[in-house]
Protein backbone atom coordinates (compact mmCIF):
# COMPACT_ATOMS: atom_id res chain seq x y z
CA UNK A 1 0.00 0.00 0.00
CA UNK A 2 1.21 3.24 -0.94
CA UNK A 3 -0.17 6.77 -0.14
CA UNK A 4 1.08 10.42 -0.84
CA UNK A 5 0.57 13.69 0.65
CA UNK A 6 1.89 17.33 1.16
CA UNK A 7 3.76 18.57 3.89
CA UNK A 8 6.75 20.73 5.08
CA UNK A 9 6.42 22.03 1.53
CA UNK A 10 7.50 18.29 -0.11
CA UNK A 11 5.66 15.49 -1.83
CA UNK A 12 5.25 12.59 1.78
CA UNK A 13 5.35 9.26 0.28
CA UNK A 14 4.79 6.72 2.35
CA UNK A 15 4.96 3.35 1.12
CA UNK A 16 4.64 -0.56 2.46
CA UNK A 17 2.74 -0.35 5.88
CA UNK A 18 -0.78 -0.43 7.04
CA UNK A 19 -3.00 2.29 6.82
CA UNK A 20 -3.29 2.94 10.51
CA UNK A 21 0.69 3.52 10.30
CA UNK A 22 0.10 5.68 7.53
CA UNK A 23 -1.99 7.95 9.45
CA UNK A 24 -0.05 7.79 12.16
CA UNK A 25 2.46 9.27 9.80
CA UNK A 26 0.88 11.86 8.23
CA UNK A 27 -0.04 13.16 11.50
CA UNK A 28 3.07 13.40 12.92
CA UNK A 29 4.38 14.86 9.47
CA UNK A 30 2.22 17.51 9.64
CA UNK A 31 1.99 18.51 13.65
CA UNK A 32 5.62 18.98 13.40
CA UNK A 33 5.21 21.33 10.81
CA UNK A 34 2.73 23.18 12.68
CA UNK A 35 5.45 23.44 15.47
CA UNK A 36 8.75 23.70 14.01
CA UNK A 37 8.25 25.54 10.33
CA UNK A 38 9.59 29.33 10.44
CA UNK A 39 6.84 30.78 7.71
CA UNK A 40 3.79 29.81 10.92
CA UNK A 41 3.27 32.84 13.10
CA UNK A 42 3.17 32.17 17.16
CA UNK A 43 4.13 28.23 16.87
CA UNK A 44 6.31 27.16 19.20
CA UNK A 45 9.63 27.73 16.98
CA UNK A 46 7.91 31.26 16.24
CA UNK A 47 8.47 31.60 20.38
CA UNK A 48 11.57 30.29 20.62
CA UNK A 49 12.94 33.39 18.22
CA UNK A 50 11.25 35.83 19.77
CA UNK A 51 12.19 35.55 23.21
CA UNK A 52 14.25 38.21 24.36
CA UNK A 53 18.14 37.70 25.45
CA UNK A 54 19.53 36.90 28.60
CA UNK A 55 16.29 35.52 30.19
CA UNK A 56 15.66 31.20 29.97
CA UNK A 57 13.68 29.75 26.68
CA UNK A 58 11.77 26.75 27.14
CA UNK A 59 11.90 24.31 23.95
CA UNK A 60 9.00 22.04 23.46
CA UNK A 61 9.38 18.20 23.39
CA UNK A 62 9.85 17.78 19.77
CA UNK A 63 12.11 21.30 18.94
CA UNK A 64 14.24 20.68 21.52
CA UNK A 65 14.87 16.99 20.60
CA UNK A 66 15.37 18.59 16.76
CA UNK A 67 17.71 21.38 18.36
CA UNK A 68 19.96 18.40 20.18
CA UNK A 69 20.21 16.35 17.04
CA UNK A 70 20.54 19.14 14.71
CA UNK A 71 23.57 20.77 17.10
CA UNK A 72 25.65 17.81 17.32
CA UNK A 73 25.89 17.56 13.34
CA UNK A 74 26.34 21.39 13.07
CA UNK A 75 29.49 20.97 15.37
CA UNK A 76 31.02 17.87 13.46
CA UNK A 77 31.07 20.05 10.36
CA UNK A 78 32.33 22.77 11.98
CA UNK A 79 28.75 25.06 11.50
CA UNK A 80 28.79 25.25 7.80
CA UNK A 81 25.63 23.59 8.16
CA UNK A 82 23.59 25.33 11.37
CA UNK A 83 19.97 25.83 12.34
CA UNK A 84 20.66 29.21 13.68
CA UNK A 85 20.38 31.32 9.82
CA UNK A 86 16.40 32.14 10.28
CA UNK A 87 17.67 36.32 9.77
CA UNK A 88 19.88 34.82 7.23
CA UNK A 89 16.82 33.66 5.16
CA UNK A 90 14.81 36.43 5.72
CA UNK A 91 17.36 39.14 4.61
CA UNK A 92 18.06 37.01 1.33
CA UNK A 93 13.90 37.12 0.75
CA UNK A 94 13.22 33.77 2.10
CA UNK A 95 10.40 34.66 4.27
CA UNK A 96 7.58 32.57 2.71
CA UNK A 97 7.23 28.78 1.70
CA UNK A 98 8.55 28.38 -1.29
CA UNK A 99 6.10 27.51 -4.22
CA UNK A 100 6.10 27.87 -8.08
CA UNK A 101 4.52 31.33 -7.87
CA UNK A 102 7.11 32.37 -4.80
CA UNK A 103 7.81 36.14 -4.34
CA UNK A 104 10.51 37.07 -2.00
CA UNK A 105 10.26 39.71 -0.03
CA UNK A 106 13.57 41.06 0.65
CA UNK A 107 14.38 43.08 4.09
CA UNK A 108 17.65 44.81 6.29
CA UNK A 109 17.32 42.31 8.79
CA UNK A 110 20.88 42.03 10.01
CA UNK A 111 22.36 38.44 9.47
CA UNK A 112 25.97 37.10 9.81
CA UNK A 113 27.31 33.40 10.11
CA UNK A 114 28.10 31.39 13.11
CA UNK A 115 31.29 29.78 14.37
CA UNK A 116 30.64 29.53 17.98
CA UNK A 117 27.26 28.50 19.79
CA UNK A 118 25.03 32.02 20.03
CA UNK A 119 23.53 30.35 23.30
CA UNK A 120 23.71 28.88 26.58
CA UNK A 121 22.31 25.28 27.23
CA UNK A 122 20.62 24.57 30.65
CA UNK A 123 18.82 21.16 29.87
CA UNK A 124 17.61 19.65 27.01
CA UNK A 125 14.32 21.93 27.27
CA UNK A 126 15.52 25.20 28.04
CA UNK A 127 18.25 27.92 27.20
CA UNK A 128 19.76 31.37 27.22
CA UNK A 129 19.67 32.97 24.19
CA UNK A 130 23.34 35.08 24.11
CA UNK A 131 22.75 36.54 20.50
CA UNK A 132 20.17 37.66 19.08
CA UNK A 133 19.27 34.48 16.03
CA UNK A 134 15.99 33.40 14.57
CA UNK A 135 16.05 29.53 14.24
CA UNK A 136 15.90 27.80 10.92
CA UNK A 137 15.57 23.74 10.62
CA UNK A 138 15.22 23.66 6.78
CA UNK A 139 18.33 22.07 6.81
CA UNK A 140 17.64 19.10 9.28
CA UNK A 141 13.95 19.31 10.04
CA UNK A 142 12.67 16.65 6.61
CA UNK A 143 15.45 14.45 7.90
CA UNK A 144 14.66 14.06 11.37
CA UNK A 145 10.97 13.51 10.47
CA UNK A 146 12.18 10.78 8.03
CA UNK A 147 14.38 9.01 10.62
CA UNK A 148 11.52 9.53 13.30
CA UNK A 149 9.36 7.95 10.82
CA UNK A 150 11.62 4.82 10.03
CA UNK A 151 12.35 4.19 13.90
CA UNK A 152 8.42 4.20 14.46
CA UNK A 153 7.59 1.52 11.55
CA UNK A 154 10.79 -0.22 13.25
CA UNK A 155 9.17 -0.46 16.76
CA UNK A 156 5.81 -1.54 14.64
CA UNK A 157 7.89 -4.74 13.25
CA UNK A 158 7.53 -3.24 9.72
CA UNK A 159 10.74 -5.12 7.35
CA UNK A 160 10.16 -3.72 3.91
CA UNK A 161 9.03 0.61 4.04
CA UNK A 162 9.87 3.81 2.27
CA UNK A 163 9.27 6.84 3.43
CA UNK A 164 9.94 9.61 1.21
CA UNK A 165 9.75 13.31 2.13
CA UNK A 166 10.59 15.27 -1.38
CA UNK A 167 13.94 12.58 -1.70
CA UNK A 168 15.36 12.80 1.62
CA UNK A 169 14.48 9.09 2.26
CA UNK A 170 14.82 6.09 4.34
CA UNK A 171 14.43 2.57 3.71
CA UNK A 172 13.67 -0.55 5.33
CA UNK A 173 14.52 -3.62 3.72
CA UNK A 174 15.95 -3.20 0.47
CA UNK A 175 14.38 -1.00 -1.97
CA UNK A 176 15.17 0.71 -5.18
CA UNK A 177 15.15 4.70 -4.80
CA UNK A 178 16.15 7.39 -7.73
CA UNK A 179 18.03 10.73 -7.95
CA UNK A 180 16.43 13.24 -9.59
CA UNK A 181 18.19 14.85 -12.66
CA UNK A 182 18.93 18.72 -11.45
CA UNK A 183 18.35 19.67 -15.21
CA UNK A 184 16.04 17.62 -16.96
CA UNK A 185 12.46 18.26 -14.79
CA UNK A 186 10.76 14.86 -13.91
CA UNK A 187 13.29 12.53 -14.57
CA UNK A 188 15.65 10.75 -12.34
CA UNK A 189 19.14 10.68 -13.11
CA UNK A 190 20.05 7.64 -11.96
CA UNK A 191 18.68 5.04 -9.98
CA UNK A 192 20.06 1.99 -7.38
CA UNK A 193 18.74 0.24 -4.61
CA UNK A 194 19.51 0.67 -0.75
CA UNK A 195 19.05 -1.59 2.04
CA UNK A 196 18.41 -0.13 5.60
CA UNK A 197 19.81 2.92 4.66
CA UNK A 198 18.95 6.83 4.27
CA UNK A 199 19.89 9.35 1.06
CA UNK A 200 19.07 12.81 0.89
CA UNK A 201 19.84 15.22 -2.07
CA UNK A 202 20.15 19.32 -1.94
CA UNK A 203 20.67 21.47 -4.90
CA UNK A 204 20.82 25.29 -6.01
CA UNK A 205 18.30 24.63 -8.76
CA UNK A 206 15.04 24.72 -7.59
CA UNK A 207 14.22 26.95 -4.65
CA UNK A 208 15.43 29.82 -6.38
CA UNK A 209 15.13 33.73 -6.90
CA UNK A 210 16.17 37.46 -8.39
CA UNK A 211 16.76 40.49 -6.95
CA UNK A 212 17.88 42.59 -10.07
CA UNK A 213 20.88 41.12 -11.14
CA UNK A 214 21.49 38.94 -8.08
CA UNK A 215 20.58 35.67 -7.96
CA UNK A 216 19.82 34.34 -4.23
CA UNK A 217 18.79 30.26 -3.91
CA UNK A 218 17.69 28.39 0.11
CA UNK A 219 21.58 26.81 0.68
CA UNK A 220 23.45 28.70 3.19
CA UNK A 221 27.02 29.10 4.36
CA UNK A 222 26.51 28.65 8.23
CA UNK A 223 30.26 30.25 8.94
CA UNK A 224 29.66 33.26 6.49
CA UNK A 225 25.97 33.59 6.31
CA UNK A 226 26.44 34.42 2.66
CA UNK A 227 24.55 32.28 -0.33
CA UNK A 228 26.71 29.50 -0.60
CA UNK A 229 29.10 29.30 -4.11
CA UNK A 230 30.54 26.53 -5.35
CA UNK A 231 30.95 24.57 -8.69
CA UNK A 232 28.70 21.60 -7.49
CA UNK A 233 24.87 22.07 -8.49
CA UNK A 234 23.09 18.91 -6.70
CA UNK A 235 24.52 17.10 -4.43
CA UNK A 236 23.51 13.40 -2.90
CA UNK A 237 24.06 11.64 0.21
CA UNK A 238 23.83 8.29 1.09
CA UNK A 239 24.47 7.63 5.41
CA UNK A 240 23.04 5.60 8.07
CA UNK A 241 20.13 8.68 9.23
CA UNK A 242 18.53 10.83 6.78
CA UNK A 243 19.66 13.98 9.23
CA UNK A 244 23.65 13.00 8.30
CA UNK A 245 22.93 12.89 4.67
CA UNK A 246 20.85 15.71 4.47
CA UNK A 247 23.80 17.70 6.17
CA UNK A 248 26.18 15.90 3.88
CA UNK A 249 24.50 16.79 0.47
CA UNK A 250 24.23 20.55 1.90
CA UNK A 251 28.16 20.28 2.71
CA UNK A 252 28.83 19.73 -0.50
CA UNK A 253 26.90 22.30 -2.47
CA UNK A 254 28.57 24.80 0.17
CA UNK A 255 32.17 23.98 0.62
CA UNK A 256 35.07 23.61 -2.53
CA UNK A 257 34.68 19.93 -3.65
CA UNK A 258 37.83 18.70 -2.34
CA UNK A 259 37.20 20.52 1.05
CA UNK A 260 33.88 18.48 1.27
CA UNK A 261 35.26 15.61 0.71
CA UNK A 262 38.06 15.36 2.90
CA UNK A 263 35.26 16.58 5.65
CA UNK A 264 32.99 13.86 4.89
CA UNK A 265 35.63 11.14 4.62
CA UNK A 266 37.23 12.20 8.31
CA UNK A 267 33.99 12.93 10.10
CA UNK A 268 31.52 10.40 8.04
CA UNK A 269 33.52 7.57 6.30
CA UNK A 270 30.11 5.69 6.11
CA UNK A 271 28.83 7.81 3.62
CA UNK A 272 28.83 7.73 -0.48
CA UNK A 273 27.32 10.40 -2.51
CA UNK A 274 26.70 11.66 -5.95
CA UNK A 275 27.84 14.92 -6.68
CA UNK A 276 26.36 16.81 -10.08
CA UNK A 277 28.87 19.63 -10.55
CA UNK A 278 27.63 22.90 -13.17
CA UNK A 279 29.71 21.27 -16.05
CA UNK A 280 27.66 18.56 -16.40
CA UNK A 281 29.61 16.06 -14.76
CA UNK A 282 29.21 13.56 -11.97
CA UNK A 283 31.11 12.35 -9.74
CA UNK A 284 30.40 9.27 -7.66
CA UNK A 285 32.37 8.26 -4.37
CA UNK A 286 32.97 7.53 -0.93
CA UNK A 287 31.34 4.07 0.63
CA UNK A 288 30.33 3.10 -2.40
CA UNK A 289 29.10 -0.85 -0.92
CA UNK A 290 26.47 1.56 0.88
CA UNK A 291 24.17 1.16 -2.78
CA UNK A 292 23.83 -1.69 -5.44
CA UNK A 293 22.80 -2.18 -8.66
CA UNK A 294 23.71 1.51 -9.96
CA UNK A 295 21.61 2.02 -13.44
CA UNK A 296 22.01 5.75 -15.28
CA UNK A 297 19.49 6.79 -16.21
CA UNK A 298 18.87 7.73 -20.31
Same mark, same amino acid.
Given at each position: ?11 ? *? ?15 ? /? $???? +? ?18 ? #? ?5 ? /? ?8 ? *? ?16 ? *? ?13 ? =? ?8 ? =? +? !? ?5 ? +? ?20 ? =? ?10 ? =? ?25 ? /? ?28 ? $????? #? ?14 ? $? ?6 ? !?????? +? ?10 ? *? ?36
Amino acid at each position: METTFKAMNSTI *KLKGMNQALQNYLMNDF /T $TFEC +KASRFIQGNELDFINHSPLH #VPVYLEE /TIADLFEKSM *KLSRKVDYYVNPFLGNVM *KSIGYTASYSSDFSP =VFNSTASRGF =V +K !EPFEPLS +KQWMIKNENFSLDFGGFGKGYM =VDRAKEHLLKEG =VTDAIVNAGGDLAVIGTQQVGIEHPVI /TGKDMMRFFLTDMSMATSGKNYRKWSDGNQ $TFHHI #VNGQSGEVAVNNVLQA $TAIAQTTM !EAETMS +KLFCILPFEQAK *KMVFKKFPYTAYIVYFHSHKVTVGGDTTLFERLEVSS
